[in-house]
């Protein structure tokens, strides 16, 4: 499987301010997702980063809040918008590839916002 | 609405028990059901089950199918502390790769 790194780890930041999340993956892969992790909640997917095109969000997830880039087929960003307390969560990109229906994680961004 | 139960919320076990993970699922075309182990942050792939009856078998980690009773279950025998963690079932959607998670069943295993 592929080895996915995200930065930053963790972090904590002051309410109206916005945060940028780094995926990077060591091979090209064809599929990159955004998941979301609130706590005690299970994982919500945010959007699928699609390669040059625009990211495709999931109901209750709008890309004014959620700005997601790919410019390649091995890394993507995801940044969070005008902060609230409700956007602490974990967050996670996962990848998959070519005709496998199997997504690996990386090791996820703690956010805490103040 | 798409939805993917899992059962129990939390057990408490000691070294050398087995446990059963249960989990149902509701997706609509269903296309696989797949089980991670979350210790911290980051989910690790356990198993992706397809086909109904057929066990896969890691170590101490089974799972099977059934997609007759839209069911899935984990077996964990002879657990280790090291097994404590929460463990996600997730349906997956055929065409779209989208999963749909279960909130998981928190595990933790007392030496």
């Known amino acids: 499987s592929a080895v996915i790194s995200q930065k930053p780890s963790r972090d904590i930041c002051q309410r109206g301010t916005s945060l940028t999340i780094q995926c990077q993956v060591d091979s090209q892969v064809t599929m990159m997702f955004w998941y979301r992790q609130q706590p005690g909640q299970s994982l919500t997917l945010i959007a699928t980063?699609?390669?040059?095109?625009?990211?495709?969000?999931e109901s209750g997830f709008v890309i004014d809040k959620f700005p997601i880039s790919r410019p390649n087929l091995t890394f993507s960003t995801l940044t969070v918008s005008n902060m609230s307390p409700e956007d602490s969560s974990i967050y996670l990109c996962?990848?998959?590839?070519?005709?496998?229906?199997?997504?690996?994680f990386g090791p996820g961004t703690r956010l805490t916002v103040l | 609405e798409d939805k993917v139960v899992q059962s129990p919320l939390s057990l408490v076990v000691h070294e050398g028990d087995t446990v059963t993970l249960n989990c149902s699922y509701e997706v609509t075309n269903f296309r696989s059901l797949l089980w991670y182990k979350q210790e911290k942050k980051a989910p690790t792939f356990l198993f992706m089950l397809t086909s109904s009856g057929i066990e896969k078998k890691s170590g101490r980690l089974s799972s099977i199918l059934d997609k007759k009773e839209l069911f899935s279950i984990l077996n964990i025998t002879a657990t280790q502390t090291g097994d404590s963690a929460v463990y996600l079932c997730?349906?997956?959607?055929?065409?779209?790769?989208?999963?749909?998670f279960g909130t998981g069943t928190r595990l933790k295993v007392l030496a």
């Open positions: 980063a699609n390669q040059g095109s625009e990211a495709t969000y």
């Open positions: 996962s990848v998959a590839g070519d005709g496998t229906d199997t997504q690996y």
């Open positions: 997730a349906g997956s959607t055929s065409g779209t790769y989208k999963y749909i």
